[in-house]
């Protein structure tokens, strides 16, 4: 069968008249105009269900916060020295400067997880000054390659005297990592391959709150201050590079829990976004690493990757960012995270 398709009143009456179906042009425009609005609803509930999925998992990843302090140098490539790059543990890390193109990187969180590898990266360079901070000594071989201190970034009185110990010592870089992910320990303990079970709204207490704020937030607070009038003394452009979390986005936040971890990367994002506004002479960048396996919690998470992984990607994105980033939100690829 098939349709007649004409505004001629004429041939319409004669088409019936032989019983072939008859339809005025501007009808079939209605038909295809309906089908292509179907059809642009199912692409845009596709791409919703798409995202919304996206979302669940990025709000799932988990990392870990180091904190590293560099010079900036030449632009670091695969095939460039890592010359720029100092690690730091847990707590603190730093560089010193020796030359024009050298400056001084200190990193937080050396003694492990991303703050190792980060330590490791820049000191594949002997040309760099670094200074390693941990709440736990640095393992060698990266202990003797940097300058280390085992500083416990809730403690105010430690940090004030870490920065006596770096008086007049002019921070390039400071990379900061040290972090806890905000799990109910006795809970964590009897399900540990259970991460969600940790941090819902039925398990979650103050006293986990308090500890994961005081870590996460306040102690980052406290310790980048601390550093700042290192910073203010570098020759070049000096910056702050943060590790932070997804989790931290009010706007990404489509599944709910997490409250203790969300809400001390939240309040994070905030205290470095003033940062970047109260000391415009220094870049504050905050970084989402991704889902990293560093121990963070105690089992391996689905799709995490390795430190060395995290850290080869993210290095040339340290290289990269300057001024114009400063105060902003950028994911492992770089890409701009909402607030």
């Known amino acids: ?31 295809v105009a309906r ?5 642009h609803n ?60 050298n400056g001084t990187v200190r990193g937080r969180g050396a003694a492990s997880g991303l703050g190792l590898g980060f330590l490791s990266a820049y000191s594949s360079d002997p040309s760099n000054n670094i200074i390693a901070v941990d709440k736990t000594a640095v393992p060698s071989p990266a202990s003797e390659k940097a300058t280390c201190f085992e500083v416990d970034v809730t ?53 986990t709150m308090l500890r994961t704020f005081q870590i996460n ?29 997804r989790m931290g986005s009010v706007s990404y936040n489509k599944t709910g829990a997490g409250y203790a971890y969300r809400a001390s990367k939240a309040a994070l994002n905030a205290i470095v976004k003033s940062f970047s506004i ?19 919690v105690k089992c391996r998470e689905e799709g995490a990757i390795d430190v060395q992984e995290a850290v080869e990607g993210l290095l040339p994105l340290f290289e990269g960012w300057g001024k114009e980033d400063s105060g902003r939100f950028y994911d492992r690829f770089g890409a701009s995270i909402g607030w």
């Open 155 to 207: 403690s105010e009185a430690a940090i004030q005297s870490l920065a006596k110990k770096l008086q007049g010592r002019p921070l390039d870089l400071v990379v900061h990592s040290a972090g806890i992910r905000g799990l109910v320990p006795a809970v964590e303990a009897s399900h540990p391959s259970d991460v969600a079970s940790a941090e819902t709204l039925e398990v979650m207490d103050e006293a």
């Open 278 to 296: 109260d000391v415009p002479s220094v870049a504050f960048v905050l970084c989402h690493p991704g889902r990293v396996a560093t121990g963070l």
């Open 1 to 31: 069968s098939f349709i007649l398709l004409t505004n001629d009143p004429y041939k319409q009456a004669i088409a019936q008249r032989f019983g072939i179906r008859v339809k005025r042009l501007e009808q079939l425009r209605d038909v």
């Open 42 to 101: 199912r692409v845009l509930v596709f791409r919703r269900e798409l995202q919304a999925e996206q979302d669940r998992l990025d709000e799932e990843e988990d990392d870990e916060d180091e904190v590293v302090l560099k010079r900036p140098g030449k632009t670091w490539t695969s095939s460039t020295k890592r010359s720029e790059h100092k690690i730091v543990d847990p707590n603190d890390f730093v560089r010193a400067p020796q030359t024009p193109r």
């Open 35 to 39: 089908e292509e609005r179907e059809y």
């Open 217 to 245: 937030t306040l102690g980052t607070f406290t310790l980048v201050r601390a550093l700042l009038p290192n910073l203010r003394a570098s020759v070049t452009q000096a910056r702050v590079i943060v590790m932070s979390s």
